[in-house]
């Protein structure tokens, strides 16, 4: 049962070709179809070298996709993309556009099944599928960024998300996803006081949201198809190796793990995440996917350093209750993070060989 003694949060280093044909479709040089075979190859080849160092899910390395999480808000009626004045990833000027409401949030035609679709028929392993979380269409831009003329109560708007998105959910059961991830950076944000403070700025109370972002999950999930294993992963951001925010998790981990997911990917590859303490709050029926492997940097960490710091982190949890993972994906956004291909393997291949030395499995 998901999440797996190892495991990853998702996306892959995207091949230099397909950026390249990415490129060519926006210029006009290359058809959608061309670049939809391209893409099927070059996801099988993916899926193949995931199989190929004993990992149990399967990702399509979110190969289609321009952001990990605008792909998918973008094509719910109702959601305009805007430039976002907020502050930048460290070390660059690139800010993801942010996911404005301007209509009734509706899920009016499929979103991501037939990508699913091509996933769970190249493997005959546990296919998992990564979207972002509903508070992902709020958290960037906060209540300014919410129509007050098409939602002057925003409690209308969080049902509406609902809705959406128990639709989608059983549009990707139906299909056959029996594992799906919800990426939820507002988590990990909101332990920042800087971030907090933005929040402020977009007329949002920042007290108050990580239980509001707990409830549109667990509504989110209120008709939750049986048999589909449901994670979600939190992290401070991750854009060509940069993050956005700091701090620990003391400020939510209680709210946090009120969701009713199966387990909780959290990021714990350096100091910026603070300790494991706040890990106390975590209900024993569920898993921790400690993110100790970081896709920031290729230089790869020592097998002694993960165990050392998997036997801290089974001072606060059981061991029963840990898995391991990288601290969060390699390629959030098609450029990708600032290492190579190689490097991501090799990080991938330890994440298998410490969950196999310390559980016995790394499925």
Known sequence: MPPFRADHVGSLLRPDSLIAARHAVRRGLLSPAELCELEHEAIRQ????QESIGLEAITDGEFRREWWHLDFLSQLHGVTLRENPGPKFGNTEVQPPIAAVTGKIRYIRPIMVAAFEFLKGTTLRTAKLTI????????????????????????????????????????????GCKYLQLDDVSFA??????????????GDDPLQLPRR?????????RSRPPGLAVTLHTCHGNFRSTWATEGGYEFVAESMFQSNVDGFFMEFDS????????LRFLPRAKKLVLGLVT??????????????RIDAAAKVLP???????????FSSHEAGNKLSHDEQWRKLE???????????TAG
């Open 350 to 360: 330890l994440v298998v060989r410490v969950a196999q030395k310390v559980w016995g």
């Open 271 to 278: 100091a910026r995440s603070g300790s494991y303490e706040p």
């Open 295 to 308: 896709t920031k940097v290729g230089q790869l960490e020592s097998e002694d350093e993960i165990l050392r």
């Open 132 to 175: 972002p979380s509903p508070s992902m269409l709020h958290l960037r831009g906060g209540r300014s960024a919410v129509s007050r003329e098409v939602y002057p109560d925003l409690e209308e708007f969080w049902g509406d998300v609902a809705v959406a998105y128990r639709e989608s959910i059983a549009a990707f059961a139906a299909a």
């Open 319 to 329: 061991l029963e209750n840990l898995c391991l993972s990288p601290q969060c994906g």
């Open 213 to 221: 972002y707990v409830q549109s999950i667990n509504e989110a999930l």
């Open 189 to 202: 944000y909101l332990g920042d006081e800087k971030f907090r403070e933005s929040c402020r700025r977009n």
């Open 46 to 49: 993916v899926v193949a070298k």
